[in-house]
């Protein structure tokens, strides 16, 4: 029998105290797993484990910058002391600078670089030797439409995420041998806080035009929502995709499908 459940399983969510780590977090809490989260200051870290409580939701978090390698260090040793070894890490953290690539300088792309790629290779180095001692363990890397397209002003995220679809097929490459699968979720464009100002109202009330580029771009005619990443996210991190490795799952409501309405 196919089994996607999580049961007995303990899940790291990185950055999960909103958005889309709080809905793959909740996921995997509903399918049976013990789950841990962080968050990069205390005060995001109070405000997530209100909104789990509000839900019903039982689940730990820490303050853990995931650029920082003793930070994180010292969070997989405690969750390793106090809970046990992680069967799952999703690292799901992330920023974006939106800024013409001329006007952005060094330090603003390296600090997209740092969070989005650097983090994800800080976090998997960190979890790898107890996956490999436990003979299993699931990476679940969240890409982008980035990791594929290009656009205006998101150079150093474009890098960051085409980097990180690189770094998800080298840990599968590298790893794989030890029962351990690093595979990838691509989002097209989820409604959280990372896109709220593509989607702000305008002065006038209309709708913000990029919003409406989105919509006509995406053939599911939506925004995509946190929670349709909580299927795709179980998914990857059951037993059921034992033997899916290195490969990206685009959850964008065909947007990569696409090549967009043809004139009328
Ligand atoms: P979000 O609501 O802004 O969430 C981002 C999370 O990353 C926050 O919880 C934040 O934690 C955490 N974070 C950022 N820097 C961190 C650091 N240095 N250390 C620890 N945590 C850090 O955005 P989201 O849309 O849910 O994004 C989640 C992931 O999905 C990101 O990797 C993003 O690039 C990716 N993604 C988003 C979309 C989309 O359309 N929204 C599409 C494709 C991919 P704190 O709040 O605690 O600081
Ligand atoms: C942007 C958006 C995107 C999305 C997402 C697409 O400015 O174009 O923020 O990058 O967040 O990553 O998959």
């Not at 792309?109 to 989005?116: A, G, H, L, R």
């Not at 053939?219 to 059951?238: H, N, Q, V, Y």
Request: aromatic share 8%; with cysteine; net charge neutral.
């Amino acid at each position: 029998m196919v089994d996607f459940s999580l049961k007995n399983k303990i899940a790291l969510v990185t950055g999960a105290s909103h958005g889309i780590g709080f809905a793959i977090a909740e996921a995997y809490i509903k399918a049976g797993a013990t789950v841990v989260f962080n968050s990069s200051n205390p005060e995001s870290l109070e405000r997530g484990l209100k909104a789990y409580k509000e839900k019903g939701l039982d689940v730990r978090g820490y303050v853990c910058d995931v650029t920082k390698e003793d930070q994180v260090a010292q969070l997989v040793s405690t969750i390793e002391k106090e809970i046990g070894t992680i069967d799952i890490l999703v690292n799901n953290a992330g920023i974006i600078k939106r800024i013409p690539m001329c006007d952005m300088s060094v330090n603003e792309f390296n600090q997209v670089i740092d969070v989005d790629l650097v983090a994800p290779f800080i976090m998997s180095k960190a979890v790898i030797p107890g996956m490999i001692k436990k003979g299993h363990g699931k990476i679940i890397n969240i890409c982008s439409m980035m990791s594929e397209l290009g656009r205006e002003t998101v150079s150093a995220y474009a890098a960051a995420k085409g980097g990180l679809k690189m770094l998800t097929r080298n840990i599968a490459s590298e790893y794989g041998e030890y029962n351990i699968q690093c595979n990838g979720i691509g989002p097209g464009y989820i409604a959280t806080s990372q896109t709220a100002p593509l989607r702000e109202l305008q002065p006038d009330g209309s709708r913000h035009p990029f919003d409406a580029f989105i919509i006509s771009k995406t053939p599911a005619a939506r925004w995509g929502t946190p929670e349709d990443l909580m299927g795709p996210a179980i998914f990857l991190a059951s037993d059921a995709s034992d033997f899916i490795n290195g490969h990206i799952l685009y959850v964008d409501g065909g947007i990569l499908a696409y090549i967009g309405k043809q004139p009328k």
